[in-house]
């Protein structure tokens, strides 16, 4: 029997030309598009919450203000947003309250503000001092910032309990 061996005939080794520059450059107008086409969210504010103090001490958890001061008053603000993502139109209602409809405070955010400041006022003038809960009804559409604007009017106003829930939820 014959046998044949053949022997593979060697190639020589071949360097892969890869174009280096061209894809450096094509990196480059990627990066600069991102770069140029990004659009961060507007800064969201910043949500007060009951921590510790630094030095320690007494206990965090704040007081229940049920207990000592009756049922809170609940007032329900309802607000509206344009397309744009502004507010349109708010109205303050009490909970409970005979008036189903509540007063209208149009879509300027000065309008809300006295009208809080007055409810907290006026809560924490009562004998016994009476503490207000405020719900924020929002629209979809309003945008983060609007929001975080009318929380914290509602905490520098003196409500410490604040839900902002979206139109149509409970």
């Given at each position: 029997m014959l046998s044949h061996k053949r022997k593979r005939a060697q190639t020589d080794f071949v360097e892969p030309d890869l174009p280096i520059t061209p894809m450096l450059d094509m990196s480059f107008q990627l990066l600069a598009f991102?770069?140029?086409?990004?659009?961060?969210?507007?800064?969201?504010?910043?949500?007060?919450?009951t921590l510790p103090k630094q030095e320690g001490?007494?206990?965090?958890?704040?007081?229940?203000?049920?207990?000592?001061?009756?049922k809170p008053e609940h007032y329900i603000v309802r607000v509206v947003a344009t397309s744009g993502g502004s507010t349109e139109k708010m109205t303050l209602r009490l909970e409970g309250a005979?008036?189903?409809?509540?007063?209208?405070?149009?879509g300027d955010i000065k309008v809300y503000q006295s009208e809080i400041k007055a409810i907290a006022a006026n809560l924490a003038a009562q004998k016994p001092p009476k503490v207000g809960k405020l719900t924020l009804e929002i629209d979809?559409?309003?945008?983060?910032?609007?929001?975080?604007?009318?929380?914290?009017?509602g905490i520098r106003a003196g409500f410490n309990d604040i839900s902002p829930v979206p139109i149509g939820k409970k």
């Open positions: 991102f770069i140029m086409t990004f659009k961060p969210a507007p800064t969201e504010g910043q949500i007060m919450l001490g007494e206990s965090t958890a704040p007081p229940d203000v049920t207990i000592t001061q009756g005979a008036a189903a409809v509540g007063k209208d405070l149009t979809n559409k309003l945008t983060q910032d609007y929001v975080m604007q009318l929380i914290d009017i």
